[in-house]
């Protein structure tokens, strides 16, 4: 996981004209989501977790999940990632993490439905259906792992 300190982009952006911003954020958003794949594949690595265990506990059909997984999917969305997490049993500093390394925001807690799942994940509740009623049952969003 090669992602610049912020210090370094800072410096970066130094040199960034405004007609420049777009191919510098398109720079960007390419490193971080080239190394989803990487962070995950780390984690799960080192604590010794069974890729097919994991696939199967996030909910995500599991030929999008490899495809994440092994790099070939770029930009999954934030539901996967959260899924993803969820499945390897990540708290919730490493799951903010894999939201960064994939380009999405953290969970927030002045956002219900991130509340929600906040307090799934300190609970250590791991389970992606027991979570989706959780949420259902505050009339929120469900975590969509399927096309649906």
Known sequence: MNEKPTYELDKILNDVSPEQFEQYNKSINEESNSNVSEYFNSYIAMNNLELSDVIKKSDIPSNY????????????????????????????????????????????????????????????????????????????????????
Request: include cysteine; charged fraction near 25%; proline fraction near 2%.
């Open 65 to 148: 999940a490899y495809g994440i997984l092994n790099g070939n999917r770029k930009n999954p969305s934030r539901d996967r990632v959260i899924a993803l997490c969820i499945a390897c049993e990540m708290d919730l500093v490493h799951t903010n993490r894999a939201l960064k390394v994939a380009g999405h925001n953290p969970l927030y807690s002045k956002v219900s439905r991130d509340a929600a799942i906040i307090i799934m994940i300190n609970r250590e509740e791991y389970n992606i259906r027991i979570i989706n009623e959780f949420l259902y049952g505050h009339n929120l969003d469900i975590l969509k792992t399927f096309n649906n």
